[in-house]
């Protein structure tokens, strides 16, 4: 990596990478993204050798997690070893860990041979880019290199857990479900938002993306009429006249799509977006909990 900040992609969203033990290029990330300093990174691995160079004690139910999960959208919180910098880490005893299940990535991150910082590589306040020209219409100019790698699969960033305390902890939803974490690990719990636990995912509390356009949640998609200011995005057409209308063919396909929906409006100047409300089941929990961020002002 030789200091530098790599933009590439994985089967979530598109990261921002740097060496994890270079202090100079994760300071890049920061001020490339205009990232707050206090919101912590996660270590990609390329392989699962890697991991003890980042923490020195996975607990029972990280091992099984990673076993059932590794390679692949989940992103484990473990207590970080003391060579990895803080900066990294916004000054917590843990980090973030995570082993990408793309092609790309996974080829990128053998090459780098050291685990690589990465968060999402769009600017702060941003949607994360699901596509190589997301990053460059937000970061061209600020990084190294974007690796151009097809659209992401999966379009919404990975499942994150807390793995440090007694029992593990859901701090961020992702592709991988809550029911599917519980048949793997049965005494795990969801922090909801009033929980001060969440207080241990700091990037929970940071104003979320939500984009120029009013979000609204749309119930019943029956009686919906749109004007032609409106944007819609969902499974089912609603009535009325609109040129921004994404009929997805599932609930997967609605998650992929979700975020450069919402760039795509901006890009149009809408001033309402309504996104159909889901079943929150499977990915359907993930997409559920992003449109509601967004729909916060
Ligand atoms: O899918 C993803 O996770 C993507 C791709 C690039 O891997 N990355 C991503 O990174 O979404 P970022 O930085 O945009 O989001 C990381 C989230 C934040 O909410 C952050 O607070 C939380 O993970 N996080 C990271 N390290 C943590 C830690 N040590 N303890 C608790 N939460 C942590
Ligand atoms: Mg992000």
Known sequence: MR????AFPTETVYGLGADVFNERAIRKIFDAKKRPADNPLIAHVGSLDQIPSLTNRASKSAERLIAAFFPGPLTVVLP???TVPLLATAGLDTIGVRMPSNDLAQQFLRECKVPIVA???NLSGRPSPTTWMAVSEDLDGRIDCILQGDPTTIGLESTVVDCTGESPVLLRRGAVSFERLREIVS???EASSEDPDLAKSPGMKHRHYSPMAVVVIADD???????????????QRPAGDSDQIRICDSVEDYAASLFEFF???DRNGI????????????IGGALMD????????
């Open 3 to 6: 200091g530098g900040i790599v």
């Open 290 to 297: 992003r449109i509601r961020r967004a729909a916060e002002k």
């Open 119 to 121: 968060p999402s590589a």
């Open 221 to 235: 998609v029956t009686s919906l009429v749109l004007s032609t200011s409106d944007a819609f995005i969902g499974l």
């Open 80 to 82: 970080r070893s003391a």
């Open 271 to 282: 001033a309402r977006i309504y996104c159909e409300k889901v079943s929150e089941t499977g």
């Open 263 to 265: 760039r795509q409006c």
């Open 187 to 189: 005494d795990i719990s």
